[in-house]
Each structure stands twice: as structure tokens, then as C-alpha cells.
């Protein structure tokens, strides 16, 4: 299983981004998707996750800014992100929980993770 993310980048403080995380591979079902993050100097930390039936939650410093979703189709999570912070800036993992058969254990897999950088 593969993931590609992608849709990093520089941001001014009040702006927008939307990263997206494409999972390819021998997959037979995805449960949770999610994104993480790290900023230098911290722990990986979650930020946003949403299940196979579409409930999310957030992290509180994210909670009314960032918007989890997924595309069951394309194995795909995107993360809409707005009013960004300057603190918002860190390393961004996408995380999928993946099933590769109908009787084996889910597998968590990670994305490359991709920056996002917000000036003041």
C-alpha cells in the first residue's frame, strides 16, 4: 500500500490549503483516515480523523478551521484547512487504517507528509 499527499505548501496567516492523500495498492477495505501533525520540535500529533462511515473529530486547536473528508471511491482523504495560523505550520502525515483481506488485522500506513508553511 501506497499513499501520496500532496497540496503543501507557503500560506499567509488567514488563508486556505486543502491537502489531499491518495491510497493505492492491494486494498480490500480502509477504516480510519486521518492526518497528523509535526512541527519542529514537537510530537506528531493528530489533527483530524474521519471513519469508514464518515464521522470525524478534530483536535481542539483545529476545531472550526480545518474540515475532514473522504472519497470511498478513489481511497482518498482531504483535508480543507482555513483562517490558517502561523502556528498551523508543521510537517503534515496522512495515516490510513487499512485492511488488505477480509480476515486479516487493519494496518496502519503513513504518507510522506507534506509541509505547510503560514506567515504572519
Known amino acids: 500500500v501506497q499513499l501520496q499527499a500532496c497540496g503543501g505548501g507557503l500560506v499567509q496567516a488567514g488563508g486556505s490549503l486543502r491537502l489531499s492523500c491518495a491510497a493505492s495498492g492491494s486494498i480490500f477495505s480502509i477504516d480510519h483516515m486521518s492526518w497528523y501533525r509535526q512541527a519542529p520540535g514537537n510530537q506528531r500529533e493528530l489533527a483530524a480523523t474521519?471513519?469508514?462511515?464518515?464521522?470525524?473529530e478534530y483536535a481542539e486547536p483545529v476545531k472550526g478551521r480545518f474540515t475532514i473528508s473522504r472519497d470511498n471511491l478513489k481511497n482518498t482523504v482531504y483535508v480543507q484547512m482555513s483562517s490558517l495560523k502561523p502556528e498551523d505550520t508543521a510537517v503534515y502525515y496522512c495515516?490510513?487504517?487499512?485492511?488488505?483481506?477480509?480476515?486479516?488485522?487493519?494496518?496502519?500506513?503513513w504518507g510522506q507528509g507534506t509541509q505547510v508553511t503560514v506567515s504572519s
Open positions: 474521519i471513519t469508514s462511515s464518515g464521522s470525524t
Open positions: 495515516n490510513v487504517r487499512v485492511r488488505l483481506s477480509s480476515y486479516g488485522p487493519p494496518r496502519d500506513y
